[in-house]
Structure formats: structure tokens, C-alpha cells
């Protein structure tokens, strides 16, 4: 198979997220739930999705207003026909907050609350990006997370010193997107009380950096709905929580895949031995950002 031109390899390692996240959306119908609002939690977010506003903004530019010409992505012909307008009809303003352990922001940016980015051009759409590190159902209350309604002009220290109070609020997403996540790899007490407090109202869609590694992910997922346990012995959920865990859809090729071969080549087979593993490194899947998606949503009535 001939490899793809340079530039193309480098427009779908740039975009692969937007258009990811405009694909789901077409998937499941998402409309926002506040009015000309449409809200996006990146899961397990790192330096990739951003350290600063105007970084993140970047990352997902094809979202803000890039990405008319579906045609620009290869691939595009899986797109059955639907368009950027459409996927965003009613869309007045994006708010993205990237939230994990491992969140990590320039010394001039604020975690826990919104930034506006600042790059007003008429072409895009008005963006607030904020930040939080932990883990999601540690911060989340009342359905959502909460952040103060406007961007700090100063650091939290000289707004507490000033003795001014920040008005906080619940923010619930429309979706929440969880990149090459790699729930399989991690303790799953970390990933299951966030996966059930978020499919309460939101669907998360998770990718992989191959569908042997996504398929990690799903066999996590089904213990997790199948049986009310995570994959980890002796942590159990309620019958109510086993209930919301549902997929939306299992693990598929994703259209809008990065093209790029990630530098660090494993999977989980080579990682734990798996029946599938046999020791030769040709049989290890080429590994790109966002290969393959699955959705979990909850059980709809």
C-alpha cells in the first residue's frame, strides 16, 4: 500500500480530534442541551489536548469553524452525506473543559475555570476552554463540574487576597470524548465511578490507537454493565449503576483517524501477553491516534 502524502498525514494528525467529535455528534443526533451552547468534556485529557486556551483551540480549530469542507479529510466518503452545518445547526458558542490527572497548563493559565480565546475573526465560533486536574467523579457534583462563570484577570491567589467571591456553577456536558484513553491499562476504580456518573447524562465516546487495544477497552466496559464490576476483583456496582452503562455502539474503525504511526509501537497483547501475542513484533498493529471509537451511553427508555 503506498503511504499517504506528508501533508495529509499532517492535516489528520491535526484534526483527527475535531472531526472525531463532529462524527459522533452526526452518530447520535446530539443536539446541545443549553440553548446555543454546545459543551465538551475531554476525558483523561493531557498536553496533547492543550496547556493554554489558545493551544486547545488549536487543536480543535477543525470544530470551531475549520472543518466545512469535509472533503479535506481522507476518508470523507464514510461520511454518508452529512455535513459540518448540519452536525452544528443551532450552535452559537463552544465550551471545552479538558479534565484528568494529568492535565497540564503554562505557568499564566488558571485551572477550574473558563478562559475565553481570544482570536475573534468572524470565521469561528466563540470558545471558552477551562481546565481541571483529577479525576472526573471526584469533581463532579449535581451532574456536572463546577467553574466560576468568568475567566480570572489575576491568579487565584490575588483574587482571594482582594477578597472577592467566584460565582460557580454546574456544567454538564453534551458529550464527553475520552482519546486513546486506554481504560484497559489503568485501575479500573479510577475509570468505572466516572463512566457511570457521566452516562447519567452524557454519552462518552472513547478511541484507541488500534481496534485490538479499543477491544481492550470494550471487554472493561461490558464487565463493567454485564456483571455490576469493574475489571479489577471486589470492586462491585449497584444495580442502578449497571443499568445507565450501555453502548451506543461497539468497537468500529473510526473514518477520521489519525494517519500518523505513533512513535511508541505496543498494544495490549504485547503489553500483557495476551493469547493473541505471538511474540513477533510484525503481528503488533501499526498504532495511530484515534484508529478506532466505541460509544457508552445510558439505556435509553
Not at 476525558?43 to 477543525?62: N, Q
Not at 464514510?78 to 448540519?86: A, I, K, L, N, S
Not at 467553574?147 to 453534551?174: A, C, I, N, Q, Y
Request: with cysteine; aromatic share 8%.
Amino acid at each position: 500500500m503506498t503511504a499517504p502524502p506528508e501533508d495529509v498525514v499532517a492535516f489528520t494528525r491535526a484534526h483527527s480530534r475535531s472531526y472525531t467529535a463532529l462524527a459522533a455528534m452526526h452518530r447520535l443526533g446530539l443536539r446541545p442541551r443549553c440553548p446555543g451552547v454546545l459543551r465538551l468534556l475531554c476525558l483523561g485529557a493531557d498536553r496533547r489536548e492543550g496547556t493554554s486556551p489558545e493551544a486547545t483551540a488549536a487543536v480543535f480549530g477543525a470544530l470551531r469553524g475549520d472543518a466545512r469542507l469535509l472533503g479535506a479529510f481522507p476518508g470523507c466518503e464514510r461520511t454518508q452525506g452529512w455535513t459540518y452545518d448540519e452536525v452544528m445547526r443551532g450552535v452559537e458558542r463552544i465550551e471545552i473543559a479538558l479534565v484528568g490527572p494529568n492535565v497540564t497548563l503554562d505557568a499564566r493559565v488558571a485551572p477550574d475555570v473558563f478562559h475565553d480565546v481570544r482570536d475573534d475573526d468572524g470565521r469561528r465560533f466563540p470558545t471558552r476552554v477551562a481546565y481541571a486536574r483529577g479525576l472526573y467523579h471526584e469533581l463532579e457534583r449535581d451532574g456536572g463540574v463546577s467553574f466560576p462563570r468568568t475567566e480570572l484577570s489575576t491568579t487565584v491567589k490575588e483574587e482571594e487576597e482582594e477578597g472577592t467571591t467566584r460565582e460557580s456553577r454546574v456544567w454538564v456536558p453534551d458529550l464527553a470524548l475520552a482519546y486513546n484513553a486506554g481504560v484497559w491499562g489503568y485501575a479500573q476504580a479510577e475509570w468505572a465511578p466516572t463512566f457511570f456518573a457521566l452516562t447519567r447524562d452524557a454519552p462518552v465516546v472513547c478511541t484507541g490507537y488500534s481496534a485490538r487495544e479499543l477491544e481492550g477497552d470494550e471487554e472493561c466496559l461490558e464487565a463493567m454493565r454485564d456483571e455490576g464490576t469493574t475489571c479489577d476483583e471486589g470492586v462491585e456496582e449497584t444495580e442502578t449503576e449497571k443499568r445507565i452503562l450501555e453502548f451506543a455502539w461497539g468497537c468500529d474503525p473510526n473514518p477520521f483517524a489519525s494517519l500518523e504511526p505513533r512513535a511508541l509501537q505496543f498494544s495490549r497483547d504485547a503489553y500483557d501477553g495476551g493469547e493473541n501475542n505471538s511474540g513477533d513484533e510484525r503481528d503488533v498493529p501499526v498504532m495511530r491516534e484515534n484508529d478506532a471509537w466505541l460509544c457508552v451511553a445510558r439505556e435509553r427508555a
